[in-house]
């Protein structure tokens, strides 16, 4: 008999944003059999939405990027549960490895030169991010700013660029395509729209339809997602069906599966996780793009130990203090691109620590952390900061079920001539069949990185199917 929407099998892997839209899309569609296998014993994935201090923390995606063509503001602009950070960090203080704070108007100086210094336009199309930043930003220096002394200007330059490194999640920033500047879109608008007291959870929420109040946790999806529950095998059958096998013995039969695992476990597992085996084109995306590490570290005081008129500091480090630095065990913290106030957690300060040195940094003891920690705040402020009462961290690299924290497009994927559009593509069967379809943050052409690129990568999949199936939409 012909499959229709109402009996057709759908297997989701992965309870992420991505994973959750595809099926809150198909349930709406008529389609009845549908379920998710997730391998974290929670839902979410990268949202992560854990209590702490006097609310929540988001230990994964923490913002709403921006407004215009952001389908996640477009989901909830109308109900009262986004809020703007507008300027409360432009007091953020630049502070030397001396112990010297950059007066705030030479620094928004240098600030406004390097963003103006960064890629944009069609043009360039070649080369790497970094080495493009830096040629426009000491031409800029040269003419805008000839007086400021060349070592500020440097370690300026340094930090800058660490700090964009951890936007993009990328080691560094010669790393990464100077197309991916380019071809990925910035929704206009604050692009640090918070959550309140509820974190990113709340978004979930509303995406399978728990009321706010609700005690609820899946809503629509109730008893469709199955927690803890690995998946090691995927194969592509006939006759035009897909069988999965779990790490726990269990196996299932799917006439379609929408795969939303991250890139860092498909660059790890893709080899043996599929049968038959990828076709050329997604094994080069797959090798192609990155999954960068971005870690965060909460700490929470008694209160603010930030004095006022500090919301946060940067890091600007002289040349022999890096040095020095990179002798010792507290190495890591050469990767703290920034520690500041969060909104919502008045005793709370956040840091975040990216690339090898975030990767390290995961570990490392608690206390070797937190020592580490202590060190650069003593090194780099005159005033003391407490240790704190409690403290949590991310790991997002050494989970498994992860490998890392958000995608970008390498220059090595230019070199290879792929991209996020190959990892989209579906795999068929050998008659023809949709049986796998790819979503997932890292599969979004032009919103890689963020929730709202996961969540229209996952409406994009159940779209296909959707289409797919549009004859028989009537019987479903």
Known sequence: MEKCRASSRIVIIGAGVSGIAAATRLLQNNFHNVQILEAENRIGGRINTVYFGDNVIDLGAQWCHGKQ????YDMVK???????TGDYYSPIKRVRSNKEVIPHELATKIHDIAVKSMPSGPHPVVGSFGTHLAQAYWRRIESELPELDRTVASESLNTFAKHESSIIGADNLFEVSVREHIEYHECDGDKLLHWGTKGYR???????HVSEDSPEELGLLEGRVQLAKKVTKIELACPRKVILRCEDGDYFEADHVICTVSLGVLQEQHEKLFTPPLPAAKV??????TLGTVNKLYLEYGKQPLPDGWVGFFCLWLEQDLTELRKTEHSWVEGI?????ITCQPRMLMAWVNGPHGRHMENLSDEKVLEGLQWLFRKFLTFEIPPPQRFVRSKWFSNPNFRGSWSHRPTKADERKTGPWDLESP??????HLGLLFAGEASSRNYFSTVHGALEAGYREADRLIGHYTSCSAKA
């Open 284 to 289: 080069n995306a797959i090798r192609g793009l």
């Open 78 to 84: 109308d109900m009262g549960i986004l809020h703007e």
């Open 337 to 341: 691109t920034g520690v500041h106030m």
């Open 69 to 72: 063509q952001n389908c996640v």
């Open 202 to 208: 709340r978004f979930l929420r509303l995406l399978m």
């Open 427 to 432: 795999v068929l069967g050998e008659d023809g």
